[in-house]
């Protein structure tokens, strides 16, 4: 044990030689990394399109006085319909990280988007056939989105240089609020519309499929891969994250073992679980919470339950951009700034999420500006554990994702089916109480855990292709 801490030290302060003595190319202001980071943005947004416009559109897929003229159905599993989404979504996870590193990330998420889309525009023809129907076009909705996390998370791994990694990666992630808001009012208007619900669907599956042809032409999987990328933006790439003359990503086997003994792995699991359970509780029951308790219509309830996702989106790009300012001028640590983010982003909305159950409130304005402030300021953690992966393991980034990520979205399923089972009466107040009070206490305990054994550092078992290493967890 002594030894590999000693091993453990050494590794540490060659890392932190190599950062201060690398050579640092800047490269165009604009460069082919952010073209590629700007397609990630929009198939993260496009994706958080076709993932929550269920969330507003099953209002009106269920309520016959939004727009008298267009069908509707009698379902009593709405809580059910909205987590079959994830039932599809864990199952791919790992093997999407492999994928990705083994063969490149690109033609995995051209291929996960294309049926995503097209299982988008099934969803008004399964319809009649019941919830169920509903239900098997989310469950392949879930599955194809089960590739893009590990895939983007690969693909950050290759692109963006170490000093630029929060604000970049938080940008991406950004594109999850940034479709919310534009998904639920659109929906919204849509579904009261003379359209009516179907179109919805139709249109945000066209989208899809319009991002699949725009990523087949500009899309890449590094900067081996880039053809018209200047020599002076790809030196500076591979000087920051330390690459050779190719990509060898494929070729270090993964280490399984070590992965799953780092206690900084378990960390961003914990927290990623704890985020999952609150958001996306948040996120699939604000709707009918303001449908049931605060009595909006479809058009407002479009429009301010996207209203947190607009906050949420904004504050990512603050948060993003202070913790790569602190950590460039040495500021503060990289781990540092992983857990303060965390910290923020899981116990400032677990303050507010307390204070609405304690307040057991119907005024709206009290209301929204509540869970403002509880998904809004979540954006910090976007700065924290969701980039975390890539410090502590650039070649290994997407299978970490997979790993985390499947594991949290097995509390995306089990947190709407709670609501479920808690929330009998979609307008009683102190139903929905119990439903923030656990949501709070998640956020807690699981940014507790991730503040005591999270880490910033590079691991040891992060090793070049053919390099023997032993592991030992850093904080």
Known sequence: MVQDT?????????????????????????????????????????????????SVGIVAMTDPTVNPGITTYDWSDKSVILSSFFWGYVLPQVGAGQMAKNWGARWVLICAMSICSLFTVLIPIMAPLGSYGVMICRVFQGFSQGFFYPCIHNLLSKWVPEGERTRMGTFVYAGGPFGTV??????????????????????????????????AFLGTNSVFDHKTISE???EYIKMSLGHGDKDDHH????????????????????????????????????????????????KENGLLSALPYFVLWVLSFFFGGISDFLINRKTITVGFSRKINTVIGMLVPALALTTLGLTRTTDSKVAIALLVVAVGVNAATYSGYQVNHIDLSARHAGTLMGLT????????????LAVQLVVTDETKVSQWEIVFYVAAAIYIICAAYYCYYGSGNRQPWDAEPNKDTKVSDTK
């Open 405 to 416: 990520n499947g594991a949290a979205n097995v509390f995306s399923i089990i947190a709407p």
């Open 232 to 234: 002076e933006e790809r």
């Open 251 to 298: 070729e270090a086997a993964t280490p399984w073992k070590e992965i799953f003994r780092s206690m900084p792995v378990w960390s961003i699991m914990i927290a990623h679980c704890g985020q999952n359970w609150g958001f996306w509780t948040l996120l699939t029951e604000i709707p009918i919470y303001m449908n049931g308790v605060l009595n909006f219509d479809i």
């Open 6 to 54: 000693r091993k453990t030290k050494q590794f540490e302060h060659d890392v932190e030689k190599k950062r201060d003595d690398e050579i640092v190319y800047r490269g165009p202001t604009f460069g082919a990394r952010h073209v590629q980071v700007v397609l990630l943005f929009f198939l993260v947004g496009i994706a958080y399109f076709l993932r929550v416009n269920l």
């Open 182 to 215: 534009l998904a639920m009012p659109v929906t919204g208007w849509i579904c009261a519309s003379s359209l009516g619900w179907p179109s919805v669907f139709y249109i945000f599956g066209g989208v899809g499929f319009g991002w699949v042809v725009v990523y």
